[in-house]
């Protein structure tokens, strides 16, 4: 077995290893072979890995049945993840962190996961319609059902962090005992306040993405350029597309820390996994592999650690703080930003004045 680090989450006394299994991949969204995805799974469990993070959305459901599968006869030993929040359906309710959407879709979950519990149940985005009080009672009562052992929430802004901090305390609610952020080489944004923030309240942090969708893996470079025709380009041209300024500048980056790897003498993957980890506020990254191959490679890293100088140079490329290909790449964006309307008062009101 290779050298797997555990931590704590949180405060919940939950140990988890420094690499969480991600299962994104495992179903339609990534590898449709049920049989294979288990071998997977069980590959991760026998590497060393004891955190596994899903979601209900993950090609419809499909990845939490995989999870399940795999999972028959060895759920006591794992640390079960799974989210709730973006559409699982064209019904307006069937989405969100509402407590109608909530206690309907734990349940759900817990059918597909084949398992009575789940040891840290995530709301995936912000819900900007849902009061966090409502969210966070609705949670409450899931911990206290036994269905449910930790909470957490996942690409919250700092601000949110601290409100959902607050209201727990004051309404005493279970509160928020993790944050899945994501976090890469290329995506440091929350250096600036959701690291701290998590921090300073005790949360775990999972990071999501830290390959930044394959970008750190060395699969993009300036000779060959990006395929745009593949499944991930197609649905988010916005992260990928080489002709955006953000992404010309992930191409030039990777370039440069191509190089600094090489003289560490690990490769661009294990460079970048590591960076991810070697921040204090980290809990976990999330690896998410789509084949045995990539799984045994991602795992080879495990044990890699980073001297300051490497951390020095990769900060001369990509600065602490910075996100490349901001806001695409930034997970999510209040509505306040992306609704024209949020920022402009009604003509009346203007001519008014």
């Given at each position: 077995m290779l050298h797997m680090r555990m931590r704590t989450?949180?405060?919940?006394?939950?140990?988890?290893?420094?690499?969480?299994?991600?299962?994104?991949?495992?179903?339609?969204?990534?590898?449709?072979?049920?049989?294979?995805?288990?071998?997977?799974?069980?590959?991760?469990?026998d590497g060393g890995i004891n955190f596994i993070d899903t979601a209900d959305v993950y090609s419809a459901g499909e990845s939490e049945e995989i999870v399940g599968k795999a999972l028959r006869g060895r759920r006591d030993h794992v640390v079960l993840a799974t989210k709730a929040n973006l559409p699982m359906g064209d019904d307006p309710n069937m989405r969100g962190n509402s407590r109608r959407w909530i206690v309907h879709e734990v349940e759900n979950s817990l059918r597909r996961l084949?398992?009575?519990?789940?040891?840290?149940?995530?709301?995936?985005?912000?819900?900007?319609?849902?009061?966090?009080?409502?969210?966070?009672s609705a949670l409450s009562d899931l911990v206290r059902s036994g269905k449910?052992?930790?909470?957490?929430?996942?690409?919250?802004?700092?601000?949110?962090?601290?409100?959902?901090?607050?209201?727990?305390?004051?309404?005493?609610?279970?509160?928020?005992?993790?944050?899945q952020p994501p976090y890469s080489i290329f995506v440091r944004g929350i250096e600036a306040a959701v690291l701290p923030t998590c921090q300073r309240y005790g949360m775990g942090v999972i990071a999501w993405s830290p390959l930044a969708g394959g970008w750190l893996t060395g699969k993009f470079r300036q000779d060959t350029g990006v395929d745009m025709s593949s499944q991930r380009a197609q649905r988010l041209p916005q992260r990928f597309d080489p002709?955006?300024?953000?992404?010309?500048?992930?191409?030039?980056?990777?370039?440069?820390?191509?190089?600094?790897?090489?003289?560490?003498?690990?490769?661009?993957?294990h460079l970048a996994l590591a960076?991810?980890?070697?921040?204090?506020?980290?809990?976990?990254?999330?690896?998410?592999?789509?084949?045995?191959?990539?799984?045994?490679?991602?795992?080879?890293?495990?044990?890699?650690?980073?001297?300051?100088?490497?951390?020095?140079?990769?900060?001369?490329?990509?600065?602490?703080?910075?996100?490349?290909?901001?806001?695409?790449?930034?997970?999510?964006?209040?509505?306040?930003?992306?609704?024209?309307?949020?920022?402009?008062?009604?003509?009346?009101?203007?001519?008014?004045?």
């Open positions: 989450l949180g405060g919940t006394g939950i140990k988890v290893s420094s690499y969480c299994l991600g299962a994104m991949m495992f179903g339609a969204w990534g590898n449709p072979d049920h049989e294979e995805s288990v071998r997977i799974i069980h590959a991760a469990l084949q398992t009575d519990y789940i040891d840290l149940y995530q709301m995936h985005r912000p819900d900007p319609d849902t009061d966090i009080e409502e969210t966070l449910v052992r930790a909470i957490g929430s996942s690409t919250f802004p700092a601000e949110q962090i601290v409100e959902g901090q607050w209201v727990a305390e004051r309404r005493g609610f279970v509160r928020f005992r993790a944050e002709s955006l300024p953000g992404n010309a500048a992930k191409l030039a980056a990777v370039e440069e820390l191509v190089k600094i790897a090489a003289d560490a003498g690990v490769s661009l993957t960076f991810v980890v070697a921040h204090p506020g980290v809990t976990s990254a999330i690896i998410g592999p789509r084949t045995m191959d990539q799984l045994t490679d991602l795992l080879a890293g495990a044990s890699v650690e980073l001297s300051d100088e490497v951390l020095d140079r990769i900060d001369q490329i990509v600065p602490p703080g910075v996100t490349l290909n901001w806001p695409a790449d930034a997970g999510w964006q209040s509505p306040a930003l992306t609704d024209p309307l949020a920022c402009r008062r009604p003509a009346s009101d203007r001519s008014a004045a």
